[in-house]
């Protein structure tokens, strides 16, 4: 399980997360939505322990992520937007890379290119990736240790419709098995078909916080959920004020 409880946190005087709080559960896809500066991204690298903050704390199975015993990766498999691999190495060799690191061998490399769908391009360098083809090279280095958990930072960014198809299929089967998928997009429409619960924030609150159908059954769809969530925030607000 991933508990996130009343993270705040700040750059200066700006607050990027307020009090956001909600847990991710076993078998269940946990979709983070919301725009480009809503928060997403910092609340990713919150939980896995690349930025701290000022108030309140994320775990994972009960513990920070530094916390986990000596090889986390085997508990959490993670791709995040913001990072990417050096443009010089193949898609093999970036896989490799990670794998020495974990004491993961090359059969396990090859075969999670081969999930993917990379395997035709595994000895091609990075730098002549599309963006699509770096998403889903990111994805197979989430999965190289088989993780009991996923998290992931807009993974279906510049995919087409067939990837994005794949992605949903292949992470619905992830978490068929018991497993755990925490992802954030800006692609609601997309999620709607993917995910089991949603969170969405605006501004660094949480606007929304639900089931996938009750949202559904509500307001006819994600995007309806999240403006009429938004707009009726900032309202209240107004109303406070």
């Given at each position: 399980?991933?508990?996130?409880?009343?993270?705040?946190?700040?750059?200066?005087?700006?607050?990027?997360?307020?009090?956001v709080?909600?847990?991710?559960?076993?078998?269940?896809?946990?979709g983070v939505i919301?725009?480009?500066?809503?928060g997403?991204?910092?609340?990713?690298?919150i939980?896995l322990?690349?930025?701290?903050s000022?108030?309140?704390?994320?775990?994972?199975n009960?513990?920070k992520?530094?916390?986990?015993?000596?090889?986390?990766?085997n508990i959490?498999?993670?791709?995040?937007?913001s990072?990417?691999?050096?443009?010089?190495r193949?898609?093999?060799s970036?896989?490799?890379?990670?794998?020495l690191?974990?004491?993961?061998?090359?059969?396990?490399?090859?075969e999670?290119?081969?999930?993917?769908g990379?395997?035709?391009?595994?000895?091609?360098k990075?730098?002549?990736y599309?963006?699509?083809?770096?998403?889903?090279?990111?994805?197979?280095?989430?999965i190289?240790a088989?993780?009991?958990?996923l998290?992931?930072?807009?993974?279906?960014?510049?995919?087409?419709?067939?990837?994005?198809?794949?992605?949903?299929d292949f992470?619905?089967?992830?978490?068929?098995?018991?497993?755990?998928?925490?992802?954030?997009?800006?692609?609601?429409?997309?999620?709607?078909?993917?995910?089991d619960k949603?969170?969405a924030?605006?501004?660094?609150?949480?606007?929304?916080?639900?089931?996938r159908?009750?949202i559904?059954?509500?307001?006819?769809?994600?995007?309806?959920?999240?403006?009429?969530?938004?707009?009726?925030?900032?309202?209240?607000d107004?109303?406070?004020?």
């Amino acid at each position: 399980m991933i508990e996130i409880e009343n993270i705040k946190k700040k750059y200066g005087n700006k607050v990027v997360l307020d009090k956001v709080s909600f847990t991710a559960e076993k078998g269940q896809i946990t979709g983070v939505i919301g725009p480009n500066g809503s928060g997403k991204s910092t609340l990713m690298r919150i939980l896995l322990g690349l930025e701290t903050s000022q108030e309140g704390q994320a775990l994972i199975n009960k513990k920070k992520y530094m916390d986990l015993r000596e090889q986390p990766y085997n508990i959490v498999g993670s791709f995040l937007d913001s990072c990417s691999p050096n443009p010089s190495r193949t898609g093999v060799s970036h896989l490799r890379w990670i794998g020495l690191a974990c004491g993961i061998d090359k059969k396990r490399c090859l075969e999670c290119l081969e999930i993917v769908g990379l395997t035709g391009v595994g000895k091609k360098k990075i730098k002549d990736y599309s963006l699509g083809m770096k998403q889903r090279l990111g994805l197979a280095a989430a999965i190289l240790a088989d993780p009991q958990i996923l998290v992931l930072d807009e993974p279906i960014n510049g995919l087409d419709p067939e990837g994005i198809r794949w992605v949903r299929d292949f992470l619905k089967g992830f978490v068929n098995q018991g497993k755990l998928v925490l992802m954030s997009s800006h692609y609601m429409s997309e999620l709607e078909l993917t995910v089991d619960k949603v969170v969405a924030l605006s501004h660094g609150k949480i606007v929304l916080h639900s089931d996938r159908d009750t949202i559904i059954s509500e307001y006819g769809s994600f995007e309806n959920a999240y403006f009429d969530s938004t707009k009726t925030k900032k309202n209240g607000d107004a109303n406070v004020e």
